[in-house]
């Protein structure tokens, strides 16, 4: 299976930190964002990567190289402008290939264990929901005691997606070059009854503010 790590975010919301750097290789004790993730992935298994970027792009692919020395090939989905969740995965579906493959954000930090996610694929998606944050509490979605996910409009039982998930190309089906959305494509296929899902308990925070990097480096710093 393959793995692509979303990489295409500006990180507004770390400012200054992401004038001059992109927001996956903001640091987090030493190391950038998506080495964490590029390391994981190849612990797990993992050794064909896809990693898509647009702002200061190039300095991810400076970074990262090929993959060797991580003892992955990585190869790269430049995007001219920002297509979103949803447009850069479509735009990276040719490097993908024709089976499903794990999606992960560039953006967050976990201690997910990737290989769990190495089997196959029953219907369209397979979503890692994880407990509300606080500064999400409202959730995205409710899992159901037979795995499948459904909407969770009321906020009642509510998770929130992790930023990780496997994915089929079929999901894809119908759409068109540029920036879309991929939680409309999701709502559907779960209305068709065609996503499921698990829900973490470990670590897990979504680095969108100088509060949750902070976070992240208090966590590693109790790691060691």
Same mark, same amino acid.
């Given at each position: ?15 200054? +930190?992401?004038? /001059? ?15 964490? /993730? ?34 992955? =090939? ?87 997606? =992790? ?7 079929? +999901? ?53």
């Amino acid at each position: 299976m393959k793995a692509m790590i979303l990489a295409a975010g500006k990180g507004e919301r770390l400012r200054p +930190l992401t004038l /001059h750097t992109p927001k996956p290789l903001v640091r987090a004790a030493g190391v950038p964002l998506i080495e964490y /993730h590029v390391r994981a992935l190849a612990a797990a298994g993992f050794r064909e990567l896809v990693v898509n970027h647009a702002w200061l792009g190039a300095q991810i692919e400076d970074y990262l190289g090929d993959g060797e020395r991580f003892g992955v =090939s990585i190869a790269y989905s430049a995007e001219g402008e920002p297509l979103e969740t949803g447009g850069g995965i479509f735009r990276a579906l040719p490097l993908l290939g024709d089976e499903p493959f794990l999606v992960v954000n560039g953006d967050i930090w976990t201690d997910y264990p990737f290989a769990g996610l190495c089997r196959p694929l029953a219907g369209l998606a397979h979503l890692v929901l994880v407990d509300n944050p606080a500064h999400h509490p409202a959730g995205d979605f409710r899992l159901l005691e037979d795995g499948r996910i459904t909407d969770a409009a009321d906020g009642l039982d509510s998770l929130t997606y =992790s930023g990780i998930a496997v994915l089929a190309p079929a +999901l894809f089906a119908g759409c068109r070059p540029g920036a879309f959305k991929l939680a409309p494509l999701l709502r559907q296929a779960m209305v068709d009854g065609r996503v499921g899902g698990e829900r973490f308990a470990g670590r897990w925070v979504d680095v969108g503010t100088h509060e949750r990097l902070a976070e992240v480096e208090r966590l590693l710093q109790g790691a060691r």
